[in-house]
């Protein structure tokens, strides 16, 4: 798997587990929705992200929740913009766009950001290849679907990741720029978000590329603790332990203080990094 450097900030995947904060600057994402929608708000949570750990921030303007209403290019971009302009000037680690808009995300590199997070995979928007390609920026790709209708859940998952993979090395994009997400919260039912989970090293086998995790706060977590989504760090941090054992290279995640903490021990107990290099 081949390393990755970002703002002259190398990512050397099997070194440690990188940590993504999330910054959501909407009004209605499902569990912090309206707390960081001023720039004042969201650069202070940006600064203290970075502060705490954090490797890169994950900036988006529209919603994903369930049954979330769609935002239309122009409003999703007068969110974000003025975002990412001001988080550059307060941060040096990468903001990575949270879009799957093409003309978005080329609006976003143009005004700082340097990576990609598409949760369809570049395949909602075609032109969102062409995008990362031109501007020569990392692409996160998320499995995702329309429907929740699956034969064979790891095997199409799989497959549907190949397909976005495809999309994006036919359009000009370098394997180094290509890092995946199995979609935790997209297009499954809750009972298909813990067959993932459980068989992520399966999922990641398949593939020589980075993963990301995405499973922070998720409302697959109430089926097992019916508490509300800001309250679900703790649990969360227990599906970001699993990945790190599954073999996941960044978590996206809300709470970036208590992730570090985490990552930290669990990449010294499976001898990654400064604890290989002790032994």
């Keep these: 798997m081949m390393s990755l450097t970002v703002n002259s900030i190398p990512f050397r995947w099997n070194e440690k587990t990188y940590i993504m904060g999330i910054l959501n600057v909407t009004p209605d994402s499902f569990s912090d929705g309206g707390q960081y929608n ?17 490797d890169m921030i994950d900036i988006g303007g529209e919603s994903a929740r369930p049954n979330h209403n769609p935002i239309s290019p122009e409003e ?17 680690i990468p903001i990575s766009i949270d879009t799957y808009k ?32 031109k501007y020569r920026v990392p692409i996160i790709l998320m499995h995702n679907r329309e429907h929740k209708n699956y034969i064979n859940l790891i095997d199409e998952v799989v ?29 499954k039912t809750l009972e298909h978000n813990f067959q993932v989970m459980n068989r992520l090293d399966e999922i990641i086998a398949e593939f ?27 649990a969360t941090g227990a599906t970001t332990c699993l990945g790190v054992v ?12 208590r992730t570090v903490e985490l990552t930290k021990m669990m990449d010294a107990m499976l001898f990654k990094g400064v604890a290989n290099n002790e032994t």
Excluded: C
């Excluded at 020589?208 to 703790?234: C, H, M, Q, T, W």
């Design 246 to 257: 599954k073999g996941v290279n960044i978590v996206r995640v809300h709470d970036v203080e």
């Design 76 to 92: 999703e971009i007068n969110r974000v913009i003025p975002m990412i302009r001001a988080v550059k000037e307060s941060v040096d």
């Design 208 to 234: 020589d590329y980075p993963f990301l995790l995405g499973a922070s706060r998720k409302s697959f977590i109430s089926k097992v603790l019916d508490i509300p989504a800001e309250k679900r760090d703790n």
């Design 159 to 187: 497959e549907d990741l190949h397909t976005s993979v495809s999309i994006v090395k036919k359009a000009g994009v370098e394997d180094e720029q290509i890092i995946l997400d199995p979609g935790i919260g997209f297009g």
């Design 38 to 54: 001023t720039i004042e708000k969201a650069v202070e949570q940006a600064i203290q992200m970075e502060k705490a750990g954090a």
């Design 102 to 133: 093409a003309e978005t995300a080329e609006i976003a590199i143009q005004a700082g950001a340097q990576m990609i997070n598409d949760i369809w995979g570049a395949r909602k928007d075609l032109e969102m290849a062409s995008v990362a390609t």
